[in-house]
């Protein structure tokens, strides 16, 4: 079994910054991808960022310029740095973990971010 657990959410105001952290634990083997995701009430979960295992992060163009996502291979984690917020950045963060040996994707049960105007 994989767990995977968010932190960092909270309430900002518009332009402040958070930093998001995703833990992965349990029987991993071989994670090639992490990644972030958003949920906006009423809207479907979409794509944040990623950090493979190896090559480029890539972002969604909606925070491109303004979201960072880090990696630390040795501790399991991700990190998404979210600086100039907007209030159309709330939603509910997911931390997505992509296991190669099984095929697997695994979730987090999500934090939330609020951005006030």
């Known amino acids: 079994q994989v767990q995977v657990v968010e932190s960092g959410g909270g309430l900002v105001q518009a332009g402040g910054s958070l930093r998001l952290s995703c833990t992965a634990s349990?029987?991993?083997?071989?994670?090639?991808?992490m990644r972030w995701y958003r949920q906006a009430p009423g809207k479907q979960r979409e794509f944040v960022a990623s950090?493979?295992?190896?090559?480029?992060?890539n972002y969604a163009d909606s925070v491109k310029g303004r979201f960072t996502v880090s990696r630390d291979n040795a501790k399991n984690t991700v990190y998404l740095q979210m600086n100039s917020l907007k209030p159309e950045d709330t939603a509910v963060y997911y931390c997505?973990?992509?296991?190669?040996?099984?095929?697997?994707?695994?979730w987090g049960q999500g934090t939330q971010v609020t951005v006030s105007s």
């Open positions: 349990g029987s991993i083997f071989s994670i090639i991808a």
């Open positions: 997505n973990v992509y296991i190669g040996v099984t095929a697997t994707n695994y």
């Open positions: 950090a493979p295992l190896s090559g480029s992060t």
